[in-house]
């Protein structure tokens, strides 16, 4: 994310804060851009991608913590910068979610908020935001909260609605090359997945969104779903 490391490389901070971190990657990529940075909290709710994630971090000053995101154990104005990473389609409460980052984030400090959008995906970007929904689709059948992902204008509101102010926003890529070659290997997947639900009444949607997966993919490839960036104050 050339772009979000570049508007980061200016700031030497001591604490931060990646809520719902899973594996790290987005504490990884803001150590990369930061300038200097004291210590990264990766909290998450559950600890099942914490192994990989500390392959990921190795030599890099992040601490892996348990915890909700939503109820916060972190006293108010704690950190420097509180960011958040392509999960707000996955958290029912958002008011909870945003409204603990702010009160957990220093006055005048940095919240970060970077979630792939709905509108608007460039060609190769557009491919992995269709594999995006059919994975989206299969989650909610199966019981898992997954919310589709939001128009831009919606998570601009989010923010706004939680009380920070929106200093500026740019759209970036994740140009990780483990990543794309993942979504690849998704794309070929996504047949066999499929299978599991050709009783379910949903099925012919997630047919219809396979077969434009195909088409964009045989037309355009893939790569990564572009992210809205968000850079707010308290």
Not at 199 to 211: K, N, S, T, V
Request: proline share 3%; hydrophobic share 45%.
């Amino acid at each position: 994310m050339d772009k979000l490391r570049q508007e980061l490389s200016s700031l030497r901070v001591e604490r931060v804060l990646d809520v719902a971190t899973r594996d790290g990657a987005f504490a990884k990529e803001m150590y990369k851009g930061f300038a200097g940075c004291g210590e990264i909290v990766a909290l998450d709710l559950s600890e099942k991608m914490f192994e990989k994630g500390r392959e990921k971090c190795a030599g890099m000053p992040v601490r892996f913590v348990l915890g909700d995101a939503c109820h916060m154990d972190f006293a108010d104005d704690t950190f420097d910068v509180v960011a958040v990473a392509n999960s707000l389609h996955h958290v029912p409460d958002l008011g909870a979610l945003l409204g603990e980052m702010k009160r957990v984030v220093k006055p005048g400090g940095l919240v970060l908020i970077s979630e792939m959008y709905s509108d608007g995906q460039p060609k190769a970007s557009l491919t992995h935001w269709i594999l995006h929904d059919i994975d989206c689709t299969m989650h909610t059948i199966d019981g898992i909260y997954h919310h589709p992902t939001y128009f831009k204008s919606e998570i601009l509101w989010f923010a706004r609605n939680a009380g920070l102010t929106v200093e500026k926003t740019l759209c970036d890529l994740i140009d990780d090359p483990k990543v794309i070659a993942k979504l690849h290997e998704r794309v070929a997947a996504v047949p066999g997945n499929l299978k599991k639900y050709e009783a379910r009444p949903e099925y012919a949607f997630l047919a219809a969104e396979a077969a434009w997966l195909n088409e964009e993919y045989a037309a355009n490839g893939i790569t990564s779903a572009e992210q809205f960036v968000l850079f707010c104050r308290k």
